[in-house]
DNA sequence: AAGCATTCCAACCGCCCCCTC
DNA sequence: GGAGGGGGCGGTTGGAATGCT
């Protein structure tokens, strides 16, 4: 923790004060908050009668004093749900808070950091990251069809790694997530270490649409682009592929793109008008619409207590 | 019991976005 | 249009708490 500053030096510089918030400031925002209600920050600070900056008392506020926040342990439901949304939202924390009454970006994002990051790390699994880089090529990850038929913006690669994995010896320009040191990708125990440009979607029980299928989509400049899935085994197949025109086509007959159920990728996940080829950029998507569009989610169907 | 290592988490920092002037 | 300020967010820090030897 950090030390709670002198309370004669800060008054005597007319600084603001810094670190661990005592009881009685605790005391003083709580009271102006219930009375007041919320305005603008720095006014708070000062009407308050406290020594903080209004960012810091914004903070404290949301993250410890709020009457409604929960006090206990994140429940393995949370812990769930946590996870799925991280799995779709990338590290979006407050919208992940969002969705878990009476917690915090801060409670989760500490929560992700410590234990399930560690979790996921003894457990082999790698979670998904969602970021959005300018001049970065843009990728999209699938969740299988078994599991759902969620297609779901995940990763930005840069233009060399695509350019280092596009399979230049197929006639087509699907993108192919093996770089050529693919063969040493193979652990002792026969488990794949992904090179770190693959995403990872699906939960753990190894079949098909579930844990070790992964899902890989990239647009390099004008070409069309492909996705494709691995299951644990290392088995590759293009289960959606797309076309110039965003045209997705879900690949029902190994490999068979003629016997195609193919739809528009805006329609699938709603990017409606922010799917604009080249100027599309995951981080003005719709989120919110994209976890609304999502029905057959089943971890939002408890009610978190 | 003591010392060291690790984990947890409150709080800060810096960046970005939005709004106002 | 752009400068400035406020608020929100994700990343990071660092000290307390806990675990381990």
Redesign the pocket.
């Known amino acids: 923790?950090?030390?709670?500053?002198d309370k004669g030096n800060y008054k005597k510089r007319g600084k603001?004060?810094?670190?661990?918030?005592s009881p009685e400031e605790?005391e003083k925002l709580k009271n102006y908050m219930l009375r007041n209600g919320?305005?603008?920050?720095?006014?708070?600070a000062r009407n308050a009668g406290l020594q903080?900056?209004?960012?810091?008392c914004?903070?404290?506020w949301?993250?410890?004093l709020r009457p409604d926040l929960k006090r206990s342990?994140i429940s393995p439901q949370e812990e769930e749900l946590i996870l799925h949304l991280h799995s779709i939202?990338?590290?979006?924390?407050?919208?992940?808070?969002?969705r878990l009454p009476g917690r915090?970006?801060?409670?989760i994002?500490?929560?992700w950091?410590?234990?399930i990051k560690?979790r996921l790390k003894n457990n082999n699994i790698t979670s998904t990251?969602t970021?959005s880089s300018p001049n970065k090529c843009k990728t999209v990850s699938i969740r299988d069809t078994v599991t759902g038929g969620m297609i779901l913006p995940m990763h930005d690669y840069s233009y060399d790694v695509v350019n280092t994995c596009m399979d230049s010896s197929s006639s087509n320009s699907h993108f192919n997530p093996f770089p050529p040191v693919l063969d040493n990708s193979f652990d002792t125990n026969g488990s794949l270490n992904f090179p770190k440009y693959v995403t990872q979607v699906g939960s753990s029980t190894g079949n098909r649409g579930e844990l070790g299928d992964y899902g890989v989509m990239c647009v390099p400049g004008s070409e069309g682009f492909g996705v494709d899935n691995m299951n644990n085994n290392g088995v590759m197949s293009s289960d959606y592929v797309f076309d110039q025109k965003n045209v997705i086509y879900h690949n029902n007959n190994n490999n068979n793109l003629n016997n195609t159920e193919s739809m528009k990728l805006e329609d699938m996940v709603g990017f409606g008008n922010h799917w604009q080829g080249e100027n599309f950029k995951f981080?003005e998507l719709d989120w919110e619409g994209l976890l609304d569009n999502v029905p057959s989610l089943p971890y939002l169907d408890f009610q978190v207590q």
């Not at 923790?1 to 500053?5: A, I, L, S």
């Not at 939202?89 to 969002?98: H, P």
């Open positions: 923790m950090r030390k709670p500053e603001v004060r810094k670190g661990l918030w605790d919320q305005g603008c920050w720095s006014d708070i903080r900056c209004g960012k810091s914004r903070l404290r949301i993250n410890y342990a939202l990338g590290n979006r924390w407050s919208q992940i808070a969002a915090t970006d801060n409670e994002k500490n929560f950091n410590s234990s560690k990251t970021t981080g």
